[in-house]
């Protein structure tokens, strides 16, 4: 069994409209009114950016990092 890349995962807009589809329509299967389920859809496609934001520049500051002992 392959081992799931959690920060790629975390960091794919494909993932976060995958959640998104998920959750849509079991807010509608609830009967959520519409407003709420607009606000639910908009919470979660912000954390996901929030996410993606802070482990992309992770990476990117941990590469910077690991280059600076190679740099002459």
Request: net charge neutral; glycine share 10%.
């Amino acid at each position: 069994m392959k081992k799931i890349d959690w920060t790629r995962k975390l960091t794919s807009r494909k993932f976060w409209a995958a959640v998104v589809g998920f959750a849509t329509p079991i807010m509608t299967l609830a009967q959520v009114p519409e407003n709420t389920a607009v606000q639910v859809t908009a919470i979660i496609m912000a954390g996901g950016t929030l996410i993606a934001y802070i482990i992309g520049e992770g990476m990117t500051d941990a590469a910077y990092a690991g280059n600076q002992g190679t740099e002459e």
